[in-house]
């Protein structure tokens, strides 16, 4: 068995992220080829060296060049700066390297289809940190859906509302930058993410959005426009003709992980939270009206691969843990050379509903998701 | 101090709701005029006596006219199916009396505003049956929010959902004829009347409404097109810049009385659901990062007026006890010939925001809201 | 038919508790006979004719024994001070009037099961005001008990837990008086009613109390000993074989209505709490793992008799519903002259369980429960 | 910085925990000594190596003795079946070695207590596995007692529920050996180490414990008898006087993780459940009545050491980081040549505590707790 050379980009939030889930996933699943931690790339010489020392990888650098182009570096991990991830992804396709690469993709829709058109093209091994959807309560969700049990889909109700930008004399961020921010941008695209995932295309869309805070200090401290939505409500009409709304906010004052929905169809209901990612709400018709009612489901070993990480149910995943199953996905394909989910293709289709929302209320009127 | 003369026409669901607040109102409250059970009216002479036995009104009629005419008669209590809103209304105003009329006050907006205009012109007391609206805890979002504890409102978001529509060979109902009907309308209006309540007025909509069950089996056992609204999403634009979205919908499996929102403010957040109407979820900003979180507040004897009901906070008010609270204030308005809330007026408001939401849902753009 | 003439003692919380129930029940049910309202008594003349003009009574006194003595009187509520139970109580039966009685029934067991003796010997039909009994959903789970959907019980784990004693420094209340006061016999009875109604006899009993604050100020502000039991925790061995535990606490900060319970069973378990009583959680052994999970029953027109209440599911009883279907009950049993549920030997049952606990505690032992 | 030499025994459900966590350890905290995996024992040379490998352990062995003995182990990590927790643990404490032991520490309370005198006397650092104690939001409980947050605790009560052996017919499983199984020791012995931990020493106990099951299926197939409960309730007594009860249950249908409890203090309240173990309740007395309510706390970065797995709030940590957390405790011990919590005298107090309420449960009385 072969090992598979890592090459980590990055090793702030994301990158220790990624750390983590590569420290884990040889040890929770029986991979065919194992990592192997080649080497990690951060803006400096010094911050990569600590980082490579903390998480065991062999070897650093300040050039992401570098270990694009290192022989022993089979796949790439692109943790930087969301304004990096159009020029590594390329590197690292023009180098037949896997690419793993933090959302969002790029920072425009053309950049992120001609992204997964490279890909595409080179037959490379693509997938994009959509964590959220790596849950198993999600796969449980979609199968549900999927085998007819709450019959056809009429309404998909989604959120994700955080509150980490509603300080609005907080220090600027590349969040607020207009290429690749915004509420929308930032969180938005894990509830269509979700959306796409659970029930399928999505075929136009209206929206309203806002800027609840016109101005915010700038990175010199002098006041500075902002022009990226805070929060936004959208209409979404899906291609099979289910009705759908979502919300996003980062705003939310006392939300740090409201990332949720509520899914009708006309033989069942289906809620979740991933405030409380291990439980799914589920309704579905029964015969006895006296004791009919939501059932809270609890993660077990009953859901894939719940049991590689615990073989007692109720005991509860992490958020790190569902990056551990993304990087069992992702290297599981990496080896067999399939295509992993969600590539650059599916990332880019999330994209073009985020910028279809973002026109649509921009210029008040329904728009036809591209692509 | 004298009586005021009670005239009932209807004694189903909703005439069964008034008469049990017309018993209780004088026991739980102090008025300053008692209500004495006149008059009950209903389709035909059988059904109003008994009705009348059973809810301890003093005299039937078949002829809701002449119940209006009848000079023992001050108030006018209209439950009767929707179409004889209108009629029944303008005839209560005519002959002078006040006016309790359930909803929708009218099927077009036109009338709405008509009937709005002659109570104002006739100086009339009237109240609509936004029943929802007289919960303690809803008086209690409503001051938080105007005493500022919340900051600035940021985002509405907001859902009706039953399920008493979903079997799609249930015998046919009013609700489903086009003068009246629909999930907006009937389940839609609620939350608009708390969006109005609570946040204020709504400037501009954007919606997409679906009928999942195109044809039903109609009155006659023959299947019938339906032209009314199953579920809808919309958008809502407030008057103020806030930003909202809200969806009716009457197949919600699972659902028996999700009348829910969440609202996000600058400082804090607040969350509702009629689900359990004795609870608000209230989260403000506060010093200590480490015990920060929603609270849960329990309606009790601090909320009024609750304590009419129960001294001790925690034993929770019902159903009925909304429609006795809703009594308390029209009955207290007659008698000091004051206006009423939600009056005509109020509810020819809301009736604008479901009509422009309707419109903007069939020709796909955004509508601004009349009056 | 012929009416019932009430006669109600006492105007406070409970009383007016009572009088709310006796305007709705006629209203709500279709019973055999009406109530009257006859005769209210109170403290004073004043008190009296205040409550009686309130509350609709056609007169009032401030001698219970006149009232109970009136001919016209048939049926007779006892909402007095505790220490009047007994003795009111007595000459009601003794005048071969029906009872309606606020619990606890009596100070000591032995008196009790006296007044249990003599209106048994009198045929007497008598009820206790134990009313959380009365709630739909309560049916429901004994119904649910009873036909085995949950297997044989293995254990009861309950408790009553309020905050109103809290405040170390407020003024004295018969709470606190050694003749029928402390938090096992004021809430401990609540929750031992649940388990005697859903599982059944209790044999044996250990328990630990405390006083938490051991003098308050009494009625002449001056500092008194409190003897009776601020908190308690017992152990029950029921007669079948179950386990069980309970506590009873009027101190417990931040709960307003913590009447709760959770029920093992060797197929399902059943969990409910007051703090939201309309609702019911459920688990029963499915064939599928995947989708099993505890299900949240709302209480609906399925549940008898929500329907009498409101035809549509969701929409919520509240406190002083449960008193009007405790009033159904016991006037039902009046007018055929049979036994009410839970009588005057069913609340000295419950009394026997008290009495054991406090007995218990007291001598650090397993104690026998009484009859 | 020299590193620890691990040496593993087992590696079934715990063993693999523990090689998670020591994957995952130097990652995700910055440690004094990483641990470096030298050997892993198991029952066979195949097993062991088998596990050694996918756990990256230099070597395997099928002789523990040999494992403890290897001088370039300093820390032994026992997660054998309990019967061999005693001799390993001696073994391992005789050899010098630091010692991480899964629960229960021994069969008998005397065995526990001779482990805690060895390891006393060897100075060795011992840490036993209740690695529900490390969960941040733990340690905020722990923190708002200690400070008075919610004054003097009044009542703990408590509850460990599975339903892992309600099965009748399930193989056998050491679990209900005499020696060291039942509930009271397998669940109930969690529940014990929370309220020590928040509370305190436990002075005397009574309980009810009872066995649904009398027989089961043996290793043999054979029906054998079963003498240890499937269920226990037991009342406590605190050293400091507050009062208390716990529920021990292995037969709770649909309960997975309900290790739960509720605490009452003159000034507030907490709430808990290990089913949602990144969220604490908590109540205190405010000066707004009409806002006061229990409120729910998320863990996030202001709760050490979560910031360590994640920067963002909210985002929950997995079973497993608790016993990653659980290990840069015991590591960061050992190269300190500190005590850890909870050593061996720890669990041989927790031990004491369920010894007395399985004596007190067999013998119908209140037990004092020994050492």
Redesign the interface.
């Known amino acids: 068995m072969s090992e598979l050379g890592i090459g980590l980009i990055g090793s702030g ?1 994301m990158g ?2 990624h ?2 889930a590569l ?2 996933v ?3 699943f ?1 991979l065919p080829r194992r990592p192997r931690l080649e080497i990690l790339a951060d803006a400096t010489e010094d911050l990569a060296s600590q980082a490579a020392r ?3 990888f062999a070897r650093a650098t300040a050039d992401w060049q570098t270990l694009i182009a290192d022989p022993a570096v089979d796949v790439v991990h692109i943790t930087a700066p969301n304004r990096f991830h159009v020029p590594m992804a390329k590197a690292a396709i023009a180098a037949g390297k896997a690419v793993h690469c933090e959302k969002p993709l790029a920072a425009s829709l053309a950049e992120a289809m001609d992204l997964a058109d490279l890909a595409e093209a080179a037959g490379t091994t693509t997938i994009v940190g959509f964590n959220y959807l790596k849950n198993p309560i999600q796969m ?1 969700a979609r199968d ?1 859906i999927a085998a007819g049990e ?3 889909i ?2 998909f ?1 989604g ?1 994700h ?2 509150d ?1 930008m ?1 300080d ?1 004399d907080a220090p600027w961020s590349w969040r607020l930058d207009p290429a690749g921010g915004g509420a929308t941008m930032d969180l938005g695209s894990h509830i269509v993410s979700l959306a796409r995932f659970l029930i399928g295309d999505i075929a136009r869309v ?5 800027t ?1 805070f016109p101005t915010r200090p700038g990175p010199d401290g002098k006041s500075r426009e902002i022009t990226v939505d ?8 899906f291609a099979d ?5 979502i ?1 996003a ?1 980062w ?7 409201q990332l949720a929905y509520e899914i ?6 289906i809620g979740f939270t991933q ?3 291990n439980e799914l709400r ?4 029964g015969p006895d ?10 993660a ?1 070993p ?2 894939e691969p719940y049991a590689a ?13 569902l990056k551990t199953i993304e990087m069992r996905d992702f290297l599981t394909a990496v080896a067999a050379g399939d295509t992993a989910f969600p590539d650059f293709r599916e990332a880019a289709r999330i994209e073009a509903v985020v910028d279809a929302i973002l026109t649509a209320a921009e210029e ?3 728009v036809k998701v591209l692509g």
């Not at 209206?206 to 806002?210: E, G, I, N, Q």
């Not at 705003?251 to 992980?257: E, I, P, R, S």
């Open positions: 939030f220790a992220s750390a983590f420290a884990a040889g040890q929770v029986n903390r998480f065991g449980l549900l709450i019959g056809d009429v309404s109700r959120i509302a955080e980490y509603r609005p209206s929206a309203h959005a806002t609840v805070d929060q936004c409500h959208a209409l979404l009409e003709g289910a009705s759908g709304a919300q906010n705003l939310a004052a006392g939300q740090t992980m009708i169809g006309t033989k069942g209901s405030a409380r990612f589920l309704y579905r018709d009206q006296k004791t009919s009612g939501f059932r809270t489901i609890t077990g009953a859901h990480f615990c073989p007692a149910p109720g005991h509860q995943l992490g958020f790190n843990d008040r009127r329904w």
